[in-house]
């Protein structure tokens, strides 16, 4: 079982950045990949990064590649999405979740590959 609280969002100008964390508790948290998602108001779900457990591969979405980027500090069982050039429609509550069984290099992008997931902290990117 793992536990994740997401923190660091926020209200930010346009072109402003944000660091979001998402602290993971359990003895094995360390050993899931994990992933961030993003969801805005009468939208879907959509992925927008992950990272492999060891930190070594990363994954972006092509709306972000570029501004954001994901890390992992393993010592401290904390993911981080550094948001940067950030947008407005860059608005949307961010989830983190680890990724569950059938997570691969292959397969990372959909929100059924995550088995845990966190309660989410908004990001509003004002114009």
């Known amino acids: 079982q793992v536990q994740l609280v997401e923190s660091g969002g926020g209200l930010v100008q346009a072109g402003g950045s944000l660091r979001l964390s998402c602290a993971a508790s359990?003895?094995?948290?360390?050993?899931?990949?994990t992933g961030w998602f993003r969801q805005a108001p009468g939208k879907e779900r959509e992925f927008v990064a992950a990272i492999t457990s060891s930190g070594w591969r990363k994954y972006y979405a092509d709306s972000v590649k570029g501004r954001f980027t994901i890390s992992r500090d393993n010592a401290k069982n904390t993911v981080y999405l550094q948001m940067n050039s950030l947008k407005p429609e860059d608005t949307a509550v961010y989830y983190c979740a680890a990724g569950g069984s059938k997570w691969s290099n292959n397969y990372y992008s959909s929100p059924a590959l995550y088995d845990y997931w966190g309660q989410g902290t908004q990001v509003t990117v004002s114009s």
């Open positions: 359990g003895r094995t948290a360390s050993t899931y990949p």
